[in-house]
């Protein structure tokens, strides 16, 4: 008989530790230490993996994948054409569902903060507890319900978190990371270096997370409603000010695996041809005369422009120009059209774009001008497109497939569901085609039915 072996699902994971033998002779100096091989990092090196992991979320596969569904990108050959045409199942994830959870995700997080904490290092531990927001947040955008109050504790058959619960658990874990970045301790030494964006400065971070909890409550907004809007409104009032001060995956030439993933991509190793830039979303960059066209998108019209797929471009992620829209909307949805209008032309001004006549007006015209600047400005910015499509009906975007609705949730990884017996099947409750927060509109914000939900 063949014996099987059950492998612990990924969110069950427990941090262990080796204990040495005692009395080897064979230890001491380089027998136990291989520089080349290091068994131990600090909280601070630990951090630095996890960035690298959050850029991964928000600016490879997912986003790629996103973005074909929120019709910026097109699939043209092979698998990209089936997930264009909305053929997804618990395979396509890749598994970037365990990689919350694994190398770069919630373990190393833990691991790099009971380090920061035993060195009573604050403003290290805030950096983290902002990473982890940023990163559970984008995992309940993607999937859901998550393990997450259960995660990283051993158990055989962790619990789902309802995703609402979910985005409550980011909140605090940012406001966490706030009053943190706050302290004034002479232990509070920060990442420094191992921090590629902002070197450890406390108020670049506070911004930054400021931003996020702005970005996570309108996400909830299609069923919490005001109260959401009104508190993304507080946040973003906090939130990122300066472009300077955005938040970019910072890559370089060399290495291949350290370079722009739109370069990896498309590039000489990658799958060049396999996906481009949707006729829609060109149609309505031209059609605005949109001076960030030519930035956005190559002189074919096929690709991203060879500045922004770049090996080395600095691709931003969380923006000021996010945070301003955010702060414009909020306002127009909490009965302030006269700072939704400031704020709108604030971020126009940062596209190179004058204020917005139409505009000026209110109502209607108002809304959609913020909604289209949404959806211009989330261009490659992770999921925020698809996102804001989610949550809005806008743009009203007619189905690739008639017959299919686009999708608004990913399954779990295929892996965790067979590991553990709390992940439904596909097509049943949480598994299946939205979350509970984002139930199907009826109109679009746009005006009229809502065509794809």
């Keep these: 008989m063949i014996k099987t072996w059950k492998i612990a699902p990924v969110a069950a994971l427990a941090i262990l530790g080796v204990a040495a033998c005692q009395g080897d002779f064979l230890s001491g100096g380089q027998l136990s230490t291989d520089p080349n091989r290091p068994t131990a990092a600090s909280a601070q090196q630990l951090l630095a993996g996890v960035q690298s992991n959050l850029w ?28 264009y045409e909305y053929s997804h199942d618990e395979t396509t994830t890749g598994g970037f569902h365990g990689s919350l959870y694994s190398g770069g995700g919630l373990v190393d997080l833990k691991k790099s903060d009971s380090l920061a904490i035993k060195t009573n290092d604050k403003h290290t531990l805030g950096v983290g507890q902002i990473m982890e927001g940023a990163l559970m947040g984008t995992g309940a955008d993607f999937f859901g319900d998550l393990v997450y109050s259960q995660a990283l504790q051993g158990k055989t058959n962790p619990t789902l978190d309802k995703q609402q619960a979910v985005y409550d658990s980011v909140q605090k874990i940012l406001s966490a990371g706030i009053a943190n970045m706050a302290s004034n301790s002479a232990t509070d030494a920060g990442p420094g270096p191992y921090d590629l964006n902002y070197n450890g400065d406390p108020a670049s971070w506070t911004k930054l997370a400021h931003t996020l909890k702005a970005r996570f409550y309108m996400h909830t907004a299609k069923v919490g409603g005001t109260a959401a809007y009104t508190a993304a409104l507080a946040e973003a ?37 396999y996906m481009g830039i949707d006729p829609q979303f060109v149609n309505l960059m031209l059609t605005r005369q949109d001076p960030r066209f030519s930035d956005y998108i190559d002189t074919t019209a096929n690709y991203v422009s060879s ?5 080395a471009y600095q691709q931003t992620f969380v923006s000021t120009a996010e945070n301003l829209l955010i702060w414009s909307e909020a306002a127009y949805r909490t009965g302030d059209p006269a700072t939704a209008l400031v704020q709108l032309n604030k971020e126009r001004a940062l596209a190179g774009l004058g204020p917005d ?36 009906c806008f743009p009203n975007l007619t189905p690739t497939v008639s017959t299919l609705k686009i999708p608004r949730r990913f399954y779990y990884d295929s892996g965790e569901r067979q590991t553990n017996t709390n992940i439904p099947n596909t097509g049943t409750g949480v598994n299946g085609s939205f979350n509970q927060l984002d139930p199907p509109a009826t109109t679009s914000d746009a005006g009229g039915a809502c065509l794809g939900q």
């Design 357 to 392: 006549v139409a505009a000026a007006a209110g109502g209607q015209a108002l809304l959609t001008e913020i909604l289209t600047e949404e959806y211009i400005n989330d261009f490659q910015l992770g999921e925020e497109s698809w996102n804001l499509y989610k949550r809005t």
């Design 307 to 311: 500045t922004r797929s770049a090996a």
């Design 56 to 83: 991964s979320y928000w600016g490879s596969d997912p986003a790629r994948v996103t973005g074909m569904w929120a019709q910026q990108f097109q699939g043209i050959i092979s698998q990209y054409v089936s997930l």
């Design 237 to 273: 009032k906090l939130g990122l000010s300066d472009p300077a001060m955005d938040y970019k995956g910072v890559f370089q030439t060399a290495p291949l695996a350290e370079t722009n993933f739109y370069y990896q991509f498309n590039g000489p190793a990658g799958r060049g041809g």
